[in-house]
């Protein structure tokens, strides 16, 4: 690598540097804690999916520039100069790294693993080195942002065509079926940009009586999947202008953990609240605003808490809420909550398919959980979730359905 | 129509949530040749805004965009 690859990457490592990263670099001690919360670990039991190592990586170019001793005495310790072989382990420690921060909650010092991966994956952007389909599918985003009036008209007819399939679900009068740049509107519903995160959230939000609007934008940000801090911004920045313009005073993320994240905790205080759709979903239960009929879904249910949802962003009793308001036959995981095990498709991974045969490897501890359950429906909150768990119904064979939680309100509404 | 534009390689992406599509034809555009044109077929909404973008920021072209029968064609011509 030369000089001015090296100097360019250590700026960038430099500016993340900030007083709890230098914590997080200086006080692990090592004592292997983290290593038993991790269920990529629990899975596949070898010390580089340790979340130790994961930080290790990136703790060693710390201490080899960043600390005296390592400036000083390059070749004592365990400081490591930055060059290929240490760029191919922070690719493999990263994005084979969910971000689930399960490893978090156990270690003494709460070092968070998560951030650490985030300089990771920073000097990795800088190296042109990161998964190209994740920034591939960043600077689309970005575009779509910037000439929204190119695509806005084929989009309106595109989302007039699933009109029929909402009114399927729920037979109600409603001026616009799936209403698009409504200002004023009390909600604006930011979906995945797909029929299956569109159709039974508008059934519902319909059945409410619901002043809202859809987001001509995806939820999914993939500039934080790929670690990339400017287009995260820019990403959410389109749904905030979005927000604003249309004065809405709530922004409402569909089922997508990332996206939750991004918009309730990194993008700064707004003009408007941010929920999960789960938690509208159990207002609009607990004001009996929507009827469902309970038991309409047979046999024994489980929740699995997607960990951007529940353990980041804490919606952990709603999803429950609603599930026991549609039925008497809910069982929980063991362990779940904020202490649930990732089920290995965050990050990224199940998204894009990446490290295919690894994430369903990694997803053992998860259907190992699953099938103690007994449940023969998994409730999920976040499509990367479903997707690893459809995926790890199939290879480990748990003869489950599995639900979105949004779907499952939808097909227990009551007309 | 759609017999105007010729189509070196077809993908079925019916059926394939967001961002499946577009992560597919990404893939699938790496497989023809330059001036040859994917024809790419998808029930997804999303693919209507998602795609053209992805076609602007990795220098591909869209010739086509067609809707109809609960599916989207796309007809997209690779330029490099």
């Known amino acids: 690598m030369d000089k001015a690859k090296r100097e360019k990457l250590l700026d960038l490592f430099q500016s993340k540097l900030d007083r709890p990263m230098r914590t997080y670099l200086d006080v692990c001690t090592r004592c292997g804690l983290c290593k038993d919360a991790c269920f990529a670990y629990a899975s596949v039991p070898k010390p580089e999916y340790t979340p130790v190592w994961r930080a290790e990586v990136v703790r060693r170019i710390y201490k080899r520039y960043f600390k005296l001793s390592g400036r000083l005495f390059p070749f004592w310790g365990e400081s490591k100069e930055i060059d290929e072989e240490a760029l191919k382990q922070l690719n493999q420690a990263a994005y084979t790294c969910t971000g689930c921060r399960r490893c978090m909650m156990y270690c003494p010092f709460g070092i968070d693993t998560q951030a650490i991966q985030a300089i990771a994956k920073l000097l990795l952007i800088g190296n042109e080195s990161e998964p190209e389909i994740l920034s591939m599918l960043a600077d689309a985003s970005i575009e779509k942002g910037k000439s929204l009036d190119l695509y806005k008209e084929s989009f309106i007819q595109g989302i007039k065509n699933l009109e029929k399939e909402v009114v399927a679900r729920w037979k109600g009068e409603s001026e616009q079926v799936i209403p698009l740049d409504v200002e004023g509107a009390h909600l604006l519903y930011v979906a995945l940009a797909g029929a299956h995160s569109i159709i039974p959230a508008a059934s519902i939000m319909n059945a409410a009586r619901e002043n809202w609007s859809l987001s001509f934008f995806e939820a999914v940000n993939f500039g934080a999947f790929v670690g990339d801090p400017r287009k995260t911004q820019l990403i959410a920045k389109r749904i905030i202008d979005e927000a604003i313009r249309l004065k809405v005073k709530e922004v409402v993320i569909c089922e997508c953990g990332t996206a939750f994240r991004v918009m309730k905790h990194l993008v700064g205080k707004q003009p408007f609240e941010v929920s999960h759709i789960a938690e509208v979903m159990a207002r609009y239960l607990r004001e009996k605003r929507i009827r469902v009929e309970k038991d309409r879904i047979k046999g024994l249910i489980t929740y699995h808490d997607p960990c951007n949802i529940g353990r980041y962003g804490g919606v952990i009793q709603e999803p429950r809420n609603i599930i026991r308001a549609l039925s008497s036959d809910f069982v929980e995981m063991e362990p779940s909550g904020a202490w649930n095990y990732c089920c290995g498709g965050g990050g990224g991974l199940a998204a894009t398919g990446d490290y295919g045969q690894l994430r369903i490897t990694m997803g053992k501890v998860k259907a190992d959980q699953i099938r103690r359950t007994g449940a023969k429906v998994v409730v999920t909150n976040c499509y990367n979730c479903t997707t690893q768990i459809r995926e790890l119904n199939d290879k480990y064979k748990l003869g489950i359905k599995v639900k979105s939680i949004v779907e499952l309100v939808a097909d227990c509404l009551e007309n | ?80």
């Open chain 2, 1 to 80: 129509m759609s017999e105007e534009i010729k189509a070196d390689k077809t993908m079925d992406l019916k059926g394939l949530p967001c961002p499946q599509p577009v992560i597919k034809v990404s893939k699938g555009i790496k497989e023809i040749q330059v001036g040859q044109v994917l024809q790419a077929v998808t029930t997804d909404p999303g693919a209507l805004s998602d795609f053209p973008a992805w076609a602007r920021t990795s220098g591909n072209e869209i010739l086509k965009t067609d809707q109809g029968g609960g599916l989207i064609t796309f007809w997209i011509k690779r330029l490099k």
